[in-house]
């Protein structure tokens, strides 16, 4: 029997909800023990580089998460009602409260480190059974690294939850903007601009590879290139240049069907979810990272001096920004 979209259970709340409770009760055992808390002074490999939490002092962070987890954890057990509708301004509470939290959790809590994480996984899987790049994998994949992809999961399952059940409350029809035509024509310029900012991003490390000394003197880079490094600047930028790729999917026939050449799935619908998802974690993690770049003084000084290394990471807010507008246009055509 086929439900209305109202009346079906989703199945996205009560996941949303389990997991923010799960990690609201361990921030209230860390709250109670006095251990565990992964931010600010706690975090080993923070520093500087630790993002707006380092400002929450280790005293005040567990019992505040605790507080937030379990309350966006009951917000979200309150969007999984298949019949009850609730008033316009219970409607409006939960909405402004569940997209604070989703967004503090997905942008706020992750910081540059995730997205760093994603950008240097190729070259980690790839040279992991050759011993490059030299590094510690015990050091890399730590517990404050793994807290705040957990925070990064959270806000994502808090957002999908919210956008659905808006979906199933909502008053009268859609808003013109989100018809699959509508979406296809502001959708086609969100990819575009999304595809551009990181194939920016890109040529400065090649530059790098070929021996151009863009953002930084000549002796630095022979130091870099002595060393390998602008190895794996150059494998951050070909990541850049795959996702771009990738990102022309979202309005290119190839990402809705799968193409002739892939055995076992030519010619079959590619699942939305596994377009949308992706590009969703990829634009939150771009836009925690630009947040920790804008709050870094000394970012701000290599803007001003026009460091041209640097000038394309401060298109980052938008190259977010255009990649998310791009999924939610995917997923508006696709769902129809």
Excluded: K
Excluded at 134 to 159: I, K
Excluded at 236 to 255: K, M
Excluded at 288 to 308: C, K, Q, T, V, Y
Aim: zero cysteines; proline letters at 9%.
């Amino acid at each position: 029997m086929n439900l209305p979209l109202r009346d079906r259970l989703d199945p996205v709340a009560p996941l949303a909800a389990a997991w923010l409770g799960g990690w609201g009760v361990l921030a209230l055992v860390s709250t109670l023990t006095g251990a565990g808390y992964p931010f600010g002074a706690n975090d080993p490999h923070g520093g500087d580089a630790a993002g707006l939490l380092r400002l929450v002092p280790v005293s005040v962070g567990p019992p505040l998460f605790a507080a937030v987890l379990l309350t966006a954890a009951v917000a979200a057990l309150a969007m999984t009602g298949t019949s009850i509708r609730p008033s316009r301004p219970l409607r409006a509470l939960i909405t402004g409260y569940a997209a604070t939290v989703a967004l503090a959790l997905a942008v706020v809590v992750p910081g540059m480190r995730v997205l760093a994480l994603l950008g240097y996984a190729p070259m980690l899987i790839i040279g992991a059974p050759f011993g490059w790049p030299p590094v510690d994998y015990a050091e890399l994949f730590t517990w404050p690294l793994f807290a705040r992809f957990a925070a990064l999961a959270g806000g994502m399952l808090l957002a999908g939850a919210l956008v659905r059940w808006r979906r199933r409350v909502a008053d009268g029809p859609a808003p013109a903007w989100t018809t699959p035509a509508s979406a296809a024509r502001w959708g086609r310029w969100a990819a575009w601009t999304a595809a551009v900012v990181p194939v920016l991003y890109a040529l400065t490390r090649f530059a790098w590879l070929f021996d151009i000394p863009l953002g930084m003197t000549r002796e630095t880079l022979a130091e870099m290139r002595a060393d390998g490094a602008v190895w794996a600047g150059a494998g951050l930028g070909a990541f850049a240049v795959v996702g771009a790729v990738l990102t022309l999917g979202l309005v290119a026939r190839w990402g809705e069907r799968f193409p002739r050449w892939l055995p076992g799935l030519a010619g079959r619908p590619v699942p939305v979810l596994l377009a949308v998802v992706p590009a969703g974690l990829v634009a939150l993690a771009v836009l925690a990272a630009s947040l920790d770049l804008l709050a870094a003084p000394e970012f701000a000084d290599l803007i001003r001096e026009g460091n041209s290394a640097a000038l394309p990471m401060a298109l980052w807010p938008v190259w977010a920004v255009a990649l998310a507008a791009a999924a939610y246009a995917y997923q508006l055509r696709r769902r129809a």
